[in-house]
């Protein structure tokens, strides 16, 4: 999970801009997303992310560059390494041989 966390970050970080504000425009390109719970500590909290939803969704290049990252950190039997730029929008299940 620390290297999934340390690889979003870094990801958002490329596209120039906050790690939440990427988490937050992923799920809303996700058509089988229909609910997202928010915890905020103050207004302000509030305000900047309704102002992300307000972008829209992540370009598709992006979103694909998240997913390539969850295949490579998810469950172990379903991770994969495998998951090259290449593959365009295409991942695999299985387990990786070590």
Known sequence: ADEATRAYAALAQSAGMPLTEMVLRWVQGRS??????LGHTALEQLD???RYFRKGALP???????DRIHMRNRLPI????R???????EGEIGEPIP
């Not at 598709?60 to 998240?66: K, M, N, Y």
């Not at 379903?78 to 390494?81: K, P, Q």
């Not at 998951?83 to 929008?89: H, I, L, S």
């Open 32 to 37: 089988a997303v229909t609910t997202s719970l």
């Open 48 to 50: 900047e992310h309704l």
């Open 60 to 66: 598709d290049d992006l979103a694909w560059e998240i």
């Open 78 to 81: 379903f991770a994969s390494t």
């Open 83 to 89: 998951v090259g730029k290449d593959w365009d929008g």
